[in-house]
């Protein structure tokens, strides 16, 4: 498959008062040409800072690349000044932001907004921007786009102002769009419409997507690949299906109890205990093993292997290790 995006070794860290935060620690990962990625931890596991990064939004100070490269058609990212940064911006890579409210500015139109970008980066009259304005809010599901156009962000429910948020980033036809916490706030109903209104503008666009979320659950039907990622780091990858049926990380076995299942009636959720480690001073050995119920002694003192599965699975895990007690039956979430 064509290989459109490539990060390799990222390192992303924040200088504060109280030290320097490691928030991203040698995270690896690739996408493929009208692919679906997601990227699933809890907060503060370095999803969005890693986000961000592709996009070179981390705030320099206090924040900053350290090692790494993000390769976009075999171009680094990294080396790119703010000007070529720009051109990128919204034509080919373009982000969703977590809350659709904050990413709209409340005293402009929606029409204004829509355009805005195309006009900045296109040679087009006034009239063909607002033609593809329009298209794009009926591609997204808005009714009546022509007076929708003339209307304010606090005239739109939440579910519509998303709806409003992908139109504008998909509005100069980016190959990539990053989506960070889309569903974040929104009821479980609006939650399912927006997800199938990512299939759809796939399926009709050949947009890449990186989905970036929290909930194992959300993911369960669009996303091809799946790279679970803690404290900074990327501890388990692999196919939609690998991941649910096959889970080899406990955090990720985790993750997946802490999903409601409506195929099984009255079983309780079981949460993960305790909380991610202080990135501050982060462990140098397997960082989940202060709350894993399957924790050696190799597992305080080095950081573990990663153990390849198949050719799209692989896990950084000492239970892997022949010489180590196998893992009980995995957890399994029923994605049919």
Same mark, same amino acid.
């Given at each position: 498959?064509? @290989?459109?995006?490539e990060?390799?070794?990222?390192? #992303? ?7 320097? #935060?490691?928030? #991203? ?10 692919e679906?990625?997601?990227i ?6 370095? @999803? ?9 939004? =981390?705030?320099?100070?206090?924040? @900053? ?24 911006r919204?034509?080919?890579i *373009?982000?969703?932001?977590q ?5 709209l500015?409340?005293t ?16 087009? *009259?006034g ?18 786009p022509?007076?929708?156009l ?6 739109f429910?939440?579910g ?8 504008i980033?998909l ?10 916490e ?5 009821? #479980? ?26 909930d194992?659950?959300?993911?369960? /039907? ?11 780091? =990327?501890?388990?990858?692999g ?14 076995q ?10 099984? /009636?009255?079983?309780a ?8 480690p202080?990135?501050? *001073?982060?462990? @140098? ?10 924790a050696?002694?190799?597992?305080? /003192? ?7 599965? *198949? ?26």
């Amino acid at each position: 498959m064509d @290989k459109i995006l490539e990060v390799r070794d990222l390192h #992303v860290a924040f200088t504060t008062y109280g030290g320097t #935060v490691k928030a #991203v620690r040698g995270v690896d990962f690739y996408l493929n040409k009208g692919e679906t990625l997601a990227i699933v931890g809890e907060s503060g596991c370095g @999803k969005s800072v890693t986000a961000n990064a592709i996009m070179r939004l =981390i705030p320099d100070p206090p924040g @900053k690349i350290t090692n790494g490269s993000i390769s976009f058609h075999e171009k680094d990212l990294t080396t790119f000044t703010e000007k070529q940064m720009r051109s990128i911006r919204g034509v080919d890579i *373009s982000m969703i932001f977590q809350d659709p409210m904050t990413a709209l500015n409340p005293t402009l139109t929606i029409g204004t907004q829509l355009m805005e970008g195309l006009r900045q980066h296109q040679a087009i *009259s006034g009239n063909d921007a607002k033609r593809r304005a329009l298209e794009m809010l009926d591609l997204v599901g808005i009714p009546n786009p022509e007076e929708r156009l003339k209307q304010y962000p606090h005239q739109f429910s939440g579910g519509m102002r998303q709806r409003v948020v992908i139109a504008i980033a998909l509005i100069c036809e980016p190959e990539l769009l990053i989506a960070d916490e889309p569903t974040t706030a929104l009821d #479980v109903t609006i939650q399912a419409q927006i997800l199938e209104l990512f299939e759809k503008i796939q399926a009709a666009t050949g947009v890449s997507i990186i989905l970036i979320t929290h909930d194992l659950g959300v993911v369960a /039907k669009i996303a091809d690949r799946i790279v679970v990622m803690y404290a900074g780091k =990327i501890i388990e990858e692999g196919t939609r299906r690998e991941v649910f049926y096959q889970p080899k990380h406990p955090y990720t076995q985790g993750l997946l109890m802490s999903v409601p299942r409506l195929d099984v /009636k009255g079983e309780a959720l079981t949460p993960i205990e305790g909380t991610p480690p202080d990135l501050f *001073s982060p462990p @140098k050995a397997c960082p989940f093993t202060a709350r894993c119920s399957f924790a050696m002694e190799v597992c305080e /003192k080095v950081y573990p292997e990663n153990y390849q599965l *198949s050719d799209t699975h692989s896990v950084d895990c000492w239970l892997q290790d022949e010489r180590a007690k196998p893992f009980s039956d995995p957890v399994t979430v029923n994605i049919n």
